[in-house]
């Protein structure tokens, strides 16, 4: 199963981990696992090339945490449209893949 957790502070999106295979079918195969890596890596190369914001992120296998800086207003609302609309994603894939996907938001 991936697990993503959503990190909110004041209604807004700090930062997200991604963690886990799906699980959905073999490795190469599964659109679960790569539903989810895309829409995470264009997410955030969105924040870092066209929103030009300083976004800190890591990875390793089956792993993404991204981590948001302070922004000002105007950079926190264009930022939001990108992470909103991924959580949207997010939130559709966990409706129809329930056994494969869990995102929980603290």
């Given at each position: ?16 981990e ?14 679960v696992?790569?539903?989810i ?10 924040l ?18 991204c981590?948001?800086?302070?922004l000002?207003?105007?950079e ?8 909103e ?6 939130d ?6 329930p ?8």
């Amino acid at each position: 199963m991936t697990e993503i957790l959503v990190k909110r502070k004041n209604g807004s999106i700090v930062g997200f981990e991604v963690s886990g295979h799906s699980g959905f079918a073999c490795e190469g195969e599964d659109i679960v696992c790569a539903s989810i890596s895309s829409v995470t890596w264009c997410t955030i190369n969105g924040l870092l090339n066209v929103l030009g914001l300083d976004v800190g992120y890591e990875e390793s296998d089956a792993y993404i945490k991204c981590t948001l800086p302070h922004l000002d207003e105007e950079e926190r609302e264009r930022a939001d449209i990108l992470l909103e609309s991924m959580i949207m994603f997010f939130d559709e894939l966990q409706m129809k893949y329930p056994d494969f996907v869990l995102k929980t938001e603290v």
